[in-house]
């Protein structure tokens, strides 16, 4: 039998507003395609949002509600995915737990470590199952970087050095955005340090950061930032990246990963193929994973999700094991604020694993 299923936020993670430009289906349309769910209502704060799902089919107008507390309480579901902004996710988890309800929310868990904390506790008194859609592990670059390392295949690895240049200097996005502190860091530092932590199964323990703004941004405060960090067995991470780069035509994404016995190296926008290893002393790349056609960036995406939503499913009905629970995700917030705490204080801050 489906899990009855409903969503708070329908923006355009969950439902894109040009489908056919999108890079991803969207949750909408991911529950729809699912043999394990079924999508019984949604909640937003905007009228447009709600007349979206409607107009495209998805569901009746009486299973659409503006008040998160009335589509609980009116509504018989078992399952949530929240997707609105990370400032809400602390009090919408909350709720949803008070509901008995499993959680899928998408990343970051929250955005204060200390409210995190305060709900890995309640968690630990309840039967829910919370899981963190941290998509950059289930996409190919990470599953198979994971296991090249893992097993063995690059020895022990020395450092990595990781770009992303972005522009995100963009008239038509909402104000909000312009106004959110260290965007690069809460909207895309978050994939990025989890991917770190996922592909080493290792933790970062310490962090030095920097931050700059270029003076066309539009944005309120720093759009770049450096981070020098160390994981506990030692692998060094160097992490630099802007939003307000004016360049629309170099890949966004550059990942390269030293280790004894040869090179990893990645180019992409959202971490999609090819992947290329340089054997130790050699001059040639040799290609782990090609990019093809099931490996562009919206079929990534997609892939990606779909595997989120099906261990979803099976970590409530099967108890198999979570990509990413929500203890698991709370350790890359801990990350997240002690790269905050340095930006603010400029001084090497340790993180307690």
């Not at 999108?22 to 937003?44: C, R």
């Not at 002393?281 to 099931?294: A, F, M, P, Q, V």
């Not at 995406?301 to 595997?307: M, Q």
Request: aromatic fraction near 8%; charged fraction near 25%; charge should be negative.
């Amino acid at each position: 039998m489906k899990i009855k299923i409903v969503i708070t936020g329908i923006g355009n993670r969950s439902l894109p507003n040009q489908p056919e430009s999108s890079n991803w289906d969207g949750w909408v349309e991911q529950i729809h395609k699912s043999n394990h769910f079924e999508l019984v209502a949604v909640h937003d704060t905007s009228e447009e949002s709600l007349k979206k799902i409607v107009d495209r089919g998805y569901l009746k107008q009486e299973n659409t509600f503006k008040d998160f507390s009335q589509m609980l309480s009116k509504t018989e579901c078992e399952a949530i995915i929240i997707s609105n902004p990370a400032e809400f996710h602390y009090e919408t988890i909350n709720k949803a737990l008070n509901d008995n309800l499993n959680i899928l929310v998408e990343k970051p868990l929250v955005t204060n470590l200390s409210h995190g904390i305060e709900l890995i506790n309640q968690i630990k008194k309840k039967s829910s199952t919370v899981l963190v859609a941290q998509n950059w592990r289930t996409k190919d670059v990470g599953q198979i970087l994971r296991k090249y390392i893992q097993n063995g295949r690059l020895g022990k690895v020395g450092q990595i050095f990781f770009r992303y240049i972005r522009n995100r200097e963009n008239p038509n996005y909402p104000d909000y955005i312009f106004d959110e502190e260290y965007p690069l860091l809460y909207a895309m530092g978050i994939h990025h340090i989890d991917f770190f932590r996922y592909i080493l199964n290792d933790e970062i323990v310490s962090v030095s950061a920097s931050s700059f703004k270029p003076p066309w941004s539009m944005y309120s405060s720093d759009t770049g930032i450096n981070l020098f960090m160390k994981t506990s067995s030692k692998i060094i991470i160097n992490y630099m990246g802007t939003i307000s780069s004016l360049n629309n035509a170099i890949l966004q994404e550059s990942l390269i990963i030293d280790a004894e016995l040869g090179t990893i190296v990645n180019d992409s926008n959202w971490s999609e193929p090819p992947i290329y290893l340089i054997s130790k002393r050699s001059d040639e790349k040799e290609s782990i994973l090609i990019n093809n056609s099931n490996n562009k960036v919206k079929n990534q995406y997609d892939k990606s999700d779909k595997e989120i939503l099906n261990n979803f499913f099976h970590v409530i009905r099967n108890k198999q094991e979570p990509i990413c629970d929500a203890e698991d995700a709370l350790k890359s917030i801990s990350v997240l604020e002690a790269c905050r705490e340095s930006l603010e204080t400029n001084h090497i801050v340790n993180i307690n694993t």
